[in-house]
């Protein structure tokens, strides 16, 4: 199956910093999204993103599903964009035409700091 | 989006009971499935739960530690079974709508 791996594993910044997450994969991707996890647990939809640049407010994202690599964007950061933000990815090769299994990283910890 | 509600959020539990746990989506869909999240860990999937039919396992789980019901297309349930210490995790339902992913709040299980 699909590798999905995720830099850096832990970042801390202060308010106001800005700062890239970056998801590597190892095959081609129909499907590649990334998430928030807060501190209760709860995964969060941050974009839906198999190709092209994406933006929500401080957040953007690109995929260059050539190259196999999607970065996420984080601008001004604030202490609530702490948590845990994961890169999830499914591949349809190997699966008959459909796949929507999501295969996720390992996740990078992000600490904002007031 | 989809709006999924999971029931019980969290629980304490006692070694060897079983749990099971709720997924209520607020539209029908056709892909459900139930994820697992140990303590620390990333998300793996335990199965994917077809509707009318026995659910598709990932390798690792089985239908006897996780029997999973889905009996009409709003809603599912994951039974965690003779549960043991390491059965302490997240465990989350998802749906998939309009090729996108969406999860439940999770349900947090602590095994004594």
């Known amino acids: 199956g699909i590798q999905v791996e995720q830099s850096p594993p832990d970042l801390i910044l202060q308010e106001g910093a800005n700062s890239t997450l970056r998801c590597n994969f190892s095959?081609?991707?129909?499907?590649l999204q990334w998430f928030h996890q807060n501190p209760w647990g709860q995964l969060i939809n941050l974009f839906y993103?198999?190709?092209g640049t994406k933006q929500n407010g401080r957040l953007s994202a690109t995929t260059v599903a050539t190259e196999r690599y999607s970065l996420l964007y984080i601008s001004s950061s604030q202490t609530t964009d702490s948590g845990v933000y994961f890169c999830?990815?499914?591949?349809?090769?190997?699966?008959?035409?459909?796949?929507?299994?999501?295969?996720f990283g390992k996740g990078t910890l992000l600490t904002v700091n007031p | 989006s989809a709006v999924i509600s999971q029931k019980p959020s969290r629980d304490i539990c006692q070694r060897g009971t079983s749990l099971t746990i709720q997924c209520q989506v607020d539209s029908q869909v056709t892909m459900m499935f139930w994820y697992r999240q140990q303590p620390g860990q990333s998300l793996t999937l335990i199965a994917t739960?077809?509707?009318?039919?026995?659910?598709?396992?990932e390798s690792g789980f089985v239908i006897d530690k996780f029997p999973i019901s889905r009996p009409n297309l709003t809603f599912s349930t994951l039974t965690v079974s003779n549960m043991s210490p390491e059965d302490s995790s997240i465990y989350l339902c998802s749906v998939l709508n309009t090729g996108e992913l969406f999860f439940g709040e999770g349900s947090r299980l602590t095994v004594l």
């Open positions: 993103i198999p190709s």
């Open positions: 739960a077809n509707q009318g039919s026995e659910a598709t396992y």
């Open positions: 999830a990815a499914t591949t349809l090769r190997g699966s008959g035409g459909s796949n929507y299994k999501l295969t």
């Open positions: 095959d081609s991707v129909n499907n």
